[in-house]
T-cell receptor
Framework: QKEVEQNSGPLSVPEGAIASLNCTYS??????FFWYRQYSGKSPELIMS????GDKEDGRFTAQLNKASQYVSLLIRDSQPSDSATYLC?????????FGKGNQVVVIP | NAGVTQTPKFQVLKTGQSMTLQCAQD?????MYWYRQDPGMGLRLIYY???????DKGEVPNGYNVSRLNKREFSLRLESAAPSQTSVYFC????????????FGSGTQLSVL
């Protein structure tokens, strides 16, 4: 079983709508979780980190963590064309990050 | 500050050729990483170095070697390139005070024919 799973295909959302991305992880002892954004042809950049169960909000982004269900999600509110990118879920363990495959988000004007 | 600098940006090799990808960071970070990214596969860790003088295998180390030359530099070597190593390679570094925040280089697009 891969450490970090992101199974959804490309997500198309209208401008102004909410984009919802999901991620599951296999290591129950993981304590820290991250979302990276990667524009086409560019390197990934960190946009959110979350360490405790519940919600964490930063601007239009909300990360949600449920350790009992081993589940992390990212909500993008009021989606903008500039949010069109691939979003990578990452989980920290043993001094390294394990990444999911990523989910492509396309925001349609 | 340049951050993380990777060279070269593009490279084409023939099967069996060797090459070294160079990476340097100027942020005084202890940890450095090499990832490869293939379509539909996400980022996969090749090797990492938690501190100067140490290196460890990641998820996909076969066919690669690394050298942590000093605190700044971490190189990745392909001794005998294979078409399966066609990929985009990213070097990254991490400072211990910002858990989870990797600083990535701009990537190397490698094609092995």
């Amino acid at each position: 079983q891969k450490e970090v799973e992101q199974n959804s295909g490309p997500l198309s959302v209208p401008e102004g709508a909410i984009a919802s991305l999901n991620c599951t992880y296999s290591d129950r002892v993981s304590q820290s979780f991250f979302w990276y954004r990667q524009y086409s042809g560019k390197s990934p950049e960190l946009i959110m980190s979350i360490y405790s169960n519940g919600d964490k909000e930063d601007g239009r982004f909300t990360a949600q963590l449920n350790k009992a269900s081993q589940y992390v999600s990212l909500l993008i509110r009021d989606s903008q064309p500039s949010d069109s990118a691939t979003y990578l879920c990452a989980v920290n363990g043993n001094n390294r990050l394990a990444f999911g495959k990523g989910n492509q988000v396309v925001v349609i004007p | 500050n340049a951050g993380v600098t990777q060279t070269p940006k593009f490279q084409v090799l023939k099967t069996g050729q060797s090459m070294t990808l160079q990476c340097a960071q100027d942020m005084n970070h202890n940890s450095m990483y090499w990832y490869r990214q293939d379509p539909g596969m996400g980022l996969r860790l090749i090797y990492y170095s938690a501190s100067e003088g140490t290196t460890d295998k990641g998820e996909v180390p076969n066919g690669y070697n690394v050298s942590r030359l000093n605190k700044r530099e971490f190189s990745l070597r392909l001794e005998s390139a294979a078409p399966s190593q066609t990929s985009v390679y990213f070097c990254a570094s991490r400072g211990g005070w910002e858990e989870g925040k990797l600083f990535f280089g701009s990537g190397t697009q490698l094609s092995v024919l």
